[in-house]
Structure formats: structure tokens, C-alpha cells
């Protein structure tokens, strides 16, 4: 969106709980065939890897979790109790297995489209998209 920096991997360097503080407000912007989608970031988690037993990195590096472990500011994306796909980007320096947990978005543009993808009314109100 016009007038909006992009982050760069470097903004993703320091601890969970601080890049969680930096990124509430901002957009999460994704081009969907064509149309543009953008939410605002309204609910964020913080993990901190080995230290933190709720964390996917606690047990240990995996095939699974390895980016975790990776450079800063790359999506994690898993998908559970069978009906949710959760997106989490991983923070702090490499072999630090920090991330945060993106946990609500407000949708800010490309409603219509979030809609039809949800499978609701093209016409939907954005808290039923969210």
C-alpha cells in the first residue's frame, strides 16, 4: 500500500517479544490472483525457541521447524487440529530459534475477495473475515 515501508529481514533480528511490539499495526499484504489483500496486525505471540515449552522450536531443531532456526523474517506455516493453517515468522539471529505467531489480522483491503476465499457472502462484514 502506498506509504507503507516493507520490512526488511533486519527489523526481525531482535527478541520475540520486541519484534511482536514493532510489527502490531502494520499490514501483511499478499497478491492473489491479481487483487491485492491486506490486513492489519491486531494480535501477535511471541515465542522464545528452546527456552519456551509452548514454542514449535522447544523440542529441538527438526526438518519441520528448521526454519525456525534459519535467518530472520521467514514464514513458518503449519496446519492444525485439522481446520486451521497458522502463520508464524521466525526472529532473532540465525541458529536463534525465536518467531512470533500472527493470531488476527484486520482485513483492510481485498474484502471481497478474503470473503469468497472463506467462503462467505461476497458482501460479508471484515469481523467475519478475520
Do not use: W
Request: a positive charge; glycine letters at 10%; proline letters at 8%.
Amino acid at each position: 500500500m502506498p506509504g507503507f515501508p516493507v520490512l526488511s529481514r533486519a527489523e526481525y533480528l531482535d527478541a520475540p517479544d520486541a519484534v511482536a511490539k514493532r510489527l502490531l499495526g502494520s499490514l501483511l499484504v499478499r497478491r492473489f490472483e491479481g487483487k491485492r489483500l491486506a490486513g492489519r496486525i491486531v494480535e501477535v505471540e511471541a515465542y522464545f525457541g528452546l527456552d519456551d515449552p509452548a514454542a514449535h522450536a522447544f523440542a529441538g531443531k527438526t526438518e519441520r521447524n528448521a526454519v525456525l532456526f534459519g535467518p530472520p523474517g521467514f514464514a513458518y506455516v503449519y496446519f492444525i487440529y485439522g481446520m486451521h493453517f497458522c502463520l508464524n515468522i521466525s526472529c532473532e539471529p540465525q541458529g536463534k530459534a525465536g518467531s512470533l505467531l500472527l493470531r488476527a489480522l484486520e482485513p483492510v483491503e481485498g474484502l471481497s475477495t478474503m470473503a469468497r476465499l472463506r467462503g462467505l457472502p461476497k458482501q460479508a462484514r471484515p469481523r467475519l473475515i478475520s
